[in-house]
């Protein structure tokens, strides 16, 4: 009789051993599509956001700027076509307060007399503002419209440079820079970094927080 309750007493711990096995892997397996719904949320923001801005700049053009770069633009039946203005030519910073402020780089004079010049700089200001409160940015983070030929090229993994006159602009956004040869031809990007908070803790025992990156072009 014993013997026979040791048995079961065996079986029963068997049984326990099992089932906290399966409560453990069904609650993993409900963190990671937690994760992964928020992962999805978050993407969704941000082409929210990159279809904002691209509507922005669709509809910010002014008569009286029809060239760029020495070019001119027409339609199909040669009527000139007139150019918004070059908002990758824009640089952004952020006081201490996170409010962003945007003006043209230096060196670049915008042309004279157009509608949108300045509100090119206060709708990128705008924009920025509205990511910087609807994405999980943290120190890293950010958006950016550029000029950009190639989206397989990488962007560096610390995060975006705001300022396309900067010597790390290339490296960090993998746009190209205002002096690149193709600059002027090339067609216009949006692109948004966040960070994502990563389940796995590290070795102090913190969350570790992994840069997302999403980029359209217009």
Request: glycine share 6%; hydrophobic share 40%.
């Amino acid at each position: 009789m014993v013997k026979h309750s040791g048995i079961i007493m065996i079986e029963v711990l068997v049984s326990l051993v099992i089932l906290a096995i399966g409560i453990l892997g069904l609650a993993s397996l409900q963190l990671y599509s937690m994760k992964n719904s928020q992962n999805a949320y978050w993407r969704s923001i941000a082409s929210d956001l990159a279809n904002d801005l691209a509507d922005r700049i669709r509809t910010n053009r002014s008569p009286k700027q029809t060239t760029i770069e020495g070019g001119v633009m027409k339609d199909e039946k040669s009527a000139i076509i007139p150019f918004p203005p070059d908002y990758a030519r824009i640089a952004c910073t952020a006081n201490s307060s996170g409010v962003f402020t945007c003006n043209w780089i230096s060196g670049y004079t915008a042309p004279a007399n157009t509608a949108g010049t300045n509100l090119a700089m206060s709708d990128l200001a705008n924009w920025m503002q509205l990511a910087a409160s609807s994405l999980p940015v943290g120190s890293t983070g950010g958006a950016i419209v550029c000029r950009d030929n190639d989206l397989s090229n990488e962007p560096a993994s610390s995060g975006p440079s705001l300022d396309p006159a900067a010597a790390d602009f290339s490296t960090k956004t993998g746009c190209l820079a205002p002096t690149a040869a193709k600059f002027a031809e090339a067609p216009y990007v949006i692109k948004i970094w966040w960070q994502e908070q990563e389940v796995n803790a590290t070795s102090d025992g913190k969350s570790t927080a992994v840069l997302q990156y999403f980029a359209t072009p217009i």
